[in-house]
């Protein structure tokens, strides 16, 4: 087969067009030196038990970021549960708990 052939047996392929946002985010520690800078994202990794980006600018310098030094940083009360959720799930530990037919729910001993 000559390579005309071959390219026209090959399947084209390319990678999925993502989300701008997705890619980069935005320095916004008042001190970093890069703040106001935005960068593109190379991966996120979780360390300490907060997660940090690695990220590259236009000039090929990584840095590693804390979430907190962003802009996505978490909205306040955006982990916390609601209400609503709270007390459907004290409703079912209850319902779990009167099963095993004693109050506090220690079950078989």
């Known amino acids: 087969m000559n390579s005309g052939q ?3 047996q090959r399947t084209q392929h390319s990678a999925p067009v993502r989300d701008v946002s997705a ?3 935005m320095v916004t520690h ?3 030196p890069w703040s106001g800078r935005r960068v593109r994202v190379c991966r996120s990794v979780r360390r300490g038990g907060g997660l940090v980006f690695v990220c590259t600018a236009g ?3 990584t840095v590693t970021l804390p979430q907190a030094w962003t802009d996505r940083v978490p909205a306040p009360g955006e982990n916390r549960l609601a209400a609503d959720g ?3 799930l004290s409703a079912l ?3 779990l708990m009167s099963r095993c037919g004693e109050p506090g729910g220690g079950g078989p001993s």
């Open 30 to 32: 008042p001190f970093h």
């Open 6 to 8: 071959l390219d026209s």
């Open 59 to 61: 000039d090929g310098m």
């Open 93 to 95: 530990v209850n319902a």
């Open 86 to 88: 709270l007390g459907a």
């Open 23 to 25: 890619d980069s985010l």
